[in-house]
């Protein structure tokens, strides 16, 4: 494995966590939202591949996925920053590293995962509703003015368009060979062939962490501290890279109740979706 000559022969070894929990969404749509973004954690992934004695950075996923684009800005700056300061970078599911949560894990050198961890959905998914039938039901009158031959794309008051669909599956198809570019890429000879049309791994479909080191998405069956104390020392000290809290959080100014129930709510819903 790479990295070898950072290891430390007269100091204890130091890991830097970084915790990867919820949806991964752009910004924050909510006040005090949890939502992953490089903007929310790119101050922790500087931190945590700064400093001396640092033996290698853990990143502790838990995520059903999200933005496809904060992914891979996410991913890319670990990647980046690994290779800049020659630190090896760990990752280690918990419950789920799924869509956009593997893309996250992708970004390691090393996948660890509990054997019930769920792993894996290489995919993309847009959803929503169609209320066509309703209005007419109500009697309301749809009134929409715009420039622009695709301005009204996928308007759920209006019926579904052929040509609609055609472009929003064009632009997940793209968006779909991308992630499994990045996989096929930071998974290397870990993946074949003959194993990705036999098992689907690139057809969104989700598997067990024992299942998921079998296959080559993950590389073994492993806990944070045990891993990293066989890896280096039984002395090496875990720092944990937390997010710096923004200036209404430090003064006890938090934001509405309302916006974290939604915000709960609709993190609840993805996770559900892999029955968590």
Known sequence: MKFISKFFKNNTPII?????????????KFPGSSNLSLESLEKQIERAFSGKKIAGVALIINSPGGSPVQSALISERIVELSSKNNIPVFAFVEDVAASGGYWLACSADEIFVMSASIVGSIGVISAGFGFVEV???????RRVFSKGENKGMLDPFQPQNSDDV?????????IHNQFKEWVSKRRGNRLDKEIINKEGIFEAKIFSGVKACEIGLADSI??????????????VIFKEISGRKKLGQRLGLSSSK???????IEEKIAFARYGL
């Open 166 to 174: 055609k472009v929003i599956t064009d632009l997940q198809e793209e």
């Open 16 to 28: 830097n966590v970084i915790r990867m929990n919820g949806v991964i969404a752009s910004g924050s």
């Open 135 to 141: 209005i007419k039901k109500i009697g309301v009158e």
């Open 222 to 235: 492993g806990e944070l501290k045990q891993v990293m104390r066989e890896r280096f020392d039984e002395k």
């Open 258 to 264: 309302y916006y974290k129930v939604i915000d709960y």
